[in-house]
């Protein structure tokens, strides 16, 4: 499976983005979609993840501001970004982890970065 990310760009804090990550190849069923964020200098931090169930979870960082979503008619994840802060300003991943074989295997797969900025 591969991953294409895109939609990060330059924008004033206030404003919003939406990222969106389009998957292709083979995709198991049973699987969960995050978007992942690596700021310089720091650890990369899980900031949304949606799974095939439909369930969502998020950073409290971006709880109210970010939403996660999926369309699966497209085998693509967006997540849409409002009220960006400077502090949102990372390099962003889309990550998917699915297990098949009866949960006996499992896989991930990481896209390319999308890097978003946001001015003070």
């Known amino acids: 499976v591969q991953l294409q990310a895109s939609g990060g760009g330059l924008v004033q804090a206030g404003g919003s983005l939406r990222l969106s990550c389009a998957a292709s190849?083979?995709?198991?069923?049973?699987?969960?979609t995050g978007w992942y964020r690596q700021a310089q200098g720091k650890q990369r931090e899980l900031v949304a993840v949606?799974?095939?169930?439909?369930?969502?979870s998020y950073a409290d960082s971006v709880k109210g501001r970010f939403t996660i979503s999926r369309d699966n008619t497209k085998n693509t994840v967006y997540l849409h970004m409002n009220s960006l802060k400077p502090e949102d300003t990372a390099v962003y991943y889309c990550?998917?982890?699915?297990?098949?074989?009866?949960?006996?295997?499992?896989?991930?797969?990481w896209g390319q970065g999308t890097q978003v900025t946001v001015s003070s």
């Open positions: 990550n998917l982890d699915e297990v098949y074989n009866s949960n006996r295997y499992r896989r991930v797969s």
């Open positions: 190849g083979l995709i198991f069923s049973l699987n969960a």
């Open positions: 949606v799974t095939s169930g439909g369930s969502t």
